[in-house]
């Protein structure tokens, strides 16, 4: 194609031009894909961190204390959504530990440990022990054990809500990473948490469950509440409880996109303004090649042709650089508690790849229209 051929010519003869505007590309896909990433993975590991290992979906008795009863129907009702992907019936009740003189209230959640994993993953997080619960055993955190100095195999002195005493024996001590977690949780044998309450065997305080897709928690609260299998029973979802967590992440990704729109605007202006330069340099060139037959619509492509190489060009190098700085990123923070490691969004990158190539495009629209509206009488007179 002419137009090609001589847009080829055009970039061959000014390097540097070619070279800059293709960089200035390069930078703010660049950009764009790290930044992209960063943020989606920040809030990937803050959701995992808060509610990732933990219920997401909690029914409950629509009076307090009362247990819920598990029976099949609502087993029935709660498996049929196919979001949820993990249910779990437990028993919570309060408990005080005591040590000496020293006294701090203790949470305790009763389940088979198989079960509790599928949302606690306690076996994954033992930093002391083994992961059992037994008989007469209790999993602790690791804050907790701190502070009162226990161990794997120590006894732990715990009195029951009724007001009896209880001597449980340490089995493990995990590790959830929330200070709140790790100070006040533990988790027992669920026969034994059964007979403290007074429940039978299919009665529980709560049942836990979690979604595929943690956002998509309200959507499923709000269809169970209308289930008829679940009339009088509680729904409640992790966004209602982490009103502060969502405004975080919703602020995040706000600021993700105002500062990713800004780098595009500033690369197309860039981009727009060069090559306005560059057809007022090929105004000459662009009239003799008019003179000697090429129609209006093929003088514009050639500027269209210019920037569709450029944006090509300047989007593929800005996506490896993106590449670069997240496997750098990942490498410099595989051995720190303080970094998360970055998962590149491979939808993400394709579009950044694809907006950056536009951007290119619709930025030598002024350009081109210049140019297929010059008149080569004029500009050969012009000299």
Do not use: C, H
Not at 136 to 147: H, I, M, N, P, R
């Amino acid at each position: 194609m002419l137009s090609l051929s001589i847009a080829v010519r055009f970039l061959r003869k000014s390097p540097a031009q070619s070279v800059l505007i293709a960089a200035g590309i390069a930078v703010g896909i660049g950009i764009q894909v790290f930044l992209g990433s960063l943020i989606t993975s920040l809030q990937a590991s803050l959701v995992d961190e808060t509610i990732g290992n933990s219920p997401q979906l909690v029914v409950t008795a629509g009076a307090d204390g009362e247990p819920v009863s598990y029976t099949p129907q609502l087993e029935r009702a709660l498996k049929a959504r196919d979001e949820i992907t993990t249910i779990v019936p437990t028993r919570r009740f309060s408990a005080i530990f005591r040590k000496g003189q020293e006294s701090s209230p203790l949470q305790l959640t009763g389940g088979p440990l198989d079960r509790l994993d599928t949302i606690y993953d306690i076996s994954g997080r033992l930093v002391a022990g083994e992961a059992s619960l037994d008989a007469g055993e209790v999993l602790v955190g690791k804050d907790f054990a701190d502070t009162f100095g226990l161990t794997p195999g120590d006894p732990a002195s715990v009195v029951l809500p009724n007001g009896e005493p209880a001597e449980l024996t340490v089995a493990g001590v995990f590790d959830f990473g929330s200070a709140a977690a790790n100070s006040a949780t533990a988790f027992v044998n669920g026969g034994e948490a059964a007979t403290v309450l007074g429940f039978s065997a299919d009665e529980y305080s709560a049942v836990d469950a979690q979604v595929d897709d943690v956002f998509g928690s309200e959507d499923v609260a709000t269809d169970l509440r209308a289930d008829p299998a679940l009339s009088g029973l509680t729904v409640t979802e992790w966004q209602e409880q982490n009103a502060d967590l969502l405004s975080a992440l919703r602020s995040q990704s706000s600021s993700s996109y105002m500062i990713q729109f800004f780098v595009l605007v500033a690369v197309a202006l860039g981009i727009a303004s060069t090559l306005a330069i560059s057809a007022v340099q090929k105004t000459r060139q662009i009239g003799i090649l008019k003179a000697m037959g090429m129609k209006d619509r093929q003088s514009g492509r050639i500027f269209l042709w210019q920037a569709l190489i450029l944006g090509v060009s300047g989007a593929a190098v800005g996506v490896a650089a993106g590449l670069g700085l997240i496997a750098l990123f990942t490498i410099i923070g595989r051995d720190s508690e303080s970094l998360f490691p970055i998962t590149p969004q491979v939808g993400f990158i394709a579009i950044s790849f694809v907006v950056g190539v536009l951007v290119a495009v619709v930025s030598s629209f002024v350009p081109s229209r210049r140019t297929s509206r010059l008149d080569p009488i004029e500009v050969i007179q012009g000299g």
